[in-house]
């Protein structure tokens, strides 16, 4: 999921439009982009839209995003969309795996409801909109064999911390503590064995900015990034999707491992290449796979 695109349940033109957006995966938002008077509503219609668009031949992947655990909202967001089959549910605000745990037992009671296979509604965490779970990201090891990636939110974490703002002057550099977060989850992701994918770039002017953060996000590890309007999608999608030089580079490795099987380290293009860079031509040729699937 190279492109994961928000989209507030509740309005219909917007969903008509994420289909065909080219992202990777929708996630139709239940939580702060719908007013507490549309929750029902929003329900409704994203249970409509994934029974009517899963059957499609090559839909994106469909997410929906519920209210965090701490509201009285969130049983009835997965009540109201578990029969349809999402893929996954995205978890806003967890305190920590436990959270994931706790989201899990209810999906397989949903799952059971609706007589879908068991552990097959998969879960994405925001695993930094808390300032707590930022101290046990350690617990999202091992929390739900449903959990596939951990993200981060910059937004939330700086309305808690009370910040004045996230970003320095040139609005693209993240301040420190975002920093932190956003390099805390990609190691934290790594260490439970899941994707890591970068947060939302908020400001819609700047197209080089996003540009440039997608690029960034995938040269340290991150598989993806979400993203809030469609516009955004085709840049994001390019900056994960490796270049035929990369690719090129990368099967000269693995062939080279091949054609030298039992030895250690190797000379290519000048430079000395070992295990970890064989490891990292082999994610680089699965990436460009998948991006041909999609």
């Known amino acids: 999921m190279r492109s994961l ?3 507030p349940a509740d309005d219909e033109r917007k969903l008509g439009k994420g289909f065909n957006s080219g992202a990777d995966a929708l996630i139709l938002d239940l939580e702060d982009s719908v007013s507490p008077a549309r929750k029902p509503a929003a329900r409704t219609l994203a249970a409509q839209y994934i029974a009517d668009a899963s059957p499609r031949e090559g839909r994106p992947r469909l997410y929906v995003r519920i209210n965090a655990l701490e509201t009285d ?3 009835d967001d997965v009540a109201g969309v578990t029969a ?4 996954g549910i995205v978890l806003p605000k967890p305190r920590s795996g436990d959270d994931v745990h706790k989201l899990s037992l209810a999906l397989r009671h949903g799952e059971e409801q609706a007589g879908a296979a068991i552990g097959s509604t998969r879960i994405i965490a925001i695993a930094t909109e808390t300032p707590a779970s930022l101290f046990q ?3 999202y090891a091992d929390s ?3 959990l596939v990636a951990l993200t981060w939110g910059g937004e939330d974490l700086a309305a808690v911390v009370g910040a004045a703002g996230n970003r320095e002057a040139d609005g693209r550099t993240w301040t420190s503590p975002y920093r932190l977060a956003r390099d805390l989850t990609l190691i934290a992701a790594a260490a439970a064995g899941v994707k890591a994918i970068d947060t939302v770039f908020v400001n819609l002017s700047d197209a080089e900015g996003l540009a440039l953060e997608a690029q960034a996000a995938a040269r340290d590890g991150f598989i993806g990034k979400m993203a809030i309007h469609p516009n955004q999608i085709a840049t994001i999608n390019a900056a994960f999707t490796p270049s035929t030089e990369e690719v090129a580079a990368a099967e000269e490795i693995v062939r080279l491992f091949a054609d030298n099987p039992g030895t250690g380290a190797l000379a290519h293009r000048g430079q000395m290449v070992d295990k970890p860079h064989l490891a990292r031509a082999e994610r680089t040729l699965a990436r460009a796979r998948a991006a041909r699937r999609n």
């Open 144 to 146: 739900s064999s449903r």
């Open 84 to 87: 349809a089959r999402p893929d």
């Open 137 to 139: 990201l350690h617990t």
């Open 73 to 75: 909202l969130w049983q």
């Open 5 to 7: 695109l928000f989209i």
